[in-house]
């Protein structure tokens, strides 16, 4: 901005820069839907720094669109006003993963619509959360079917950042924290089961021992119509070869985009127990 570019001027970055952000809840929330994001420092962090601190670091924020690329990845865009209001430490942060000239792809409504918003007044961006549409999604199930999950959300779960198979797995691993054998209630599982007219001896497997939770979720979604794929998709995923756990992936293969469509599969199955 010294060298003379505008406040609205557009830089461009490797969405891995929202890694370290969304690795420390306690002092970011980063908002990140389909359109863009927002990341702000949490006003609890801001308070709890001394007045020399908050004079120097400020209050962080930073708005952001997200720009699909011709090689099927993404980046990011910022204006340079919320780059410069940064704390240093995190301006040089963000300048290691600028991307001088990225390469749009020709299908990319996500960044015309945060472009239209941003700067034309538009308001008919997709801002869907399909993190917090999931625990909207699991809270309405505990409240009109019963009880079945213990956990309605968890601040761990977020798209990936960063384009590797280990990433994704880890993301899967936190998906099934929420939707797993570990976060469901037996009780509520079974009340449900009878009451869709499963008898007991369903309960059982063949060698008479009691099914665990994933089988009676299994059940469940049989005999409620649900599409098992969904949630086979997050089990099967959450494990990955060891040598494929930090491999970036190949041309085409984007893991942010593909979690955000396996969240989208999932919550939509899901909802058919309502």
């Not at 970055?13 to 863009?36: C, H, P």
């Not at 209050?59 to 699909?68: D, E, P």
Request: glycine share 8%; with cysteine; aromatic share 10%.
């Amino acid at each position: 901005m010294h060298l003379g570019d505008s406040q609205v001027q557009l830089y461009y970055f490797k969405r891995e820069v929202l890694d370290r952000y969304l690795k420390d809840r306690e002092k970011y929330d980063v908002d990140d839907d389909a359109t863009g994001g927002h990341i702000r420092m949490t006003s609890e962090y801001f308070i709890s720094l001394s007045d020399e601190d908050q004079d120097t670091l400020g209050f962080a924020s930073v708005r952001y669109g997200n720009m699909k690329l011709v090689d099927g990845t993404e980046a990011i865009g910022a204006i340079a006003k919320d780059l410069e209001d940064l704390p240093k430490a995190d301006q040089h942060h963000w300048a290691a993963h600028e991307i001088e000239d990225p390469v749009p792809s020709a299908d990319n409504k996500s960044w015309r619509d945060f472009i239209s918003e941003s700067f034309e007044g538009n308001w008919g961006a997709d801002h869907t959360d399909y993190v917090e549409l999931l625990a909207t999604a699991l809270k309405e199930i505990n409240a009109k079917v019963g009880a079945l999950f213990v956990k309605t959300e968890h601040p761990g779960l977020h798209l990936p950042v960063v384009n590797t198979v280990g990433e994704y797995t880890r993301a899967h691993k936190e998906l099934y924290k929420l939707v797993g054998a570990d976060n469901l209630q037996e009780d509520g599982l079974k009340k449900l089961l009878l009451a869709k007219g499963c008898a007991e001896q369903e309960f059982l497997n063949d060698g008479g021992r009691p099914k665990g939770k994933w089988a009676l979720f299994k059940l469940l979604a049989d005999r409620t119509g649900l599409d098992w794929i969904a949630f086979d998709v997050v089990a099967e995923n959450r494990i990955a070869d060891s040598h494929k756990m930090e491999s970036t992936s190949t041309a085409g293969e984007y893991h942010p985009a593909r979690f955000r469509e396996d969240l989208k599969n999932l919550i939509g199955e899901l909802r058919k127990l309502l």
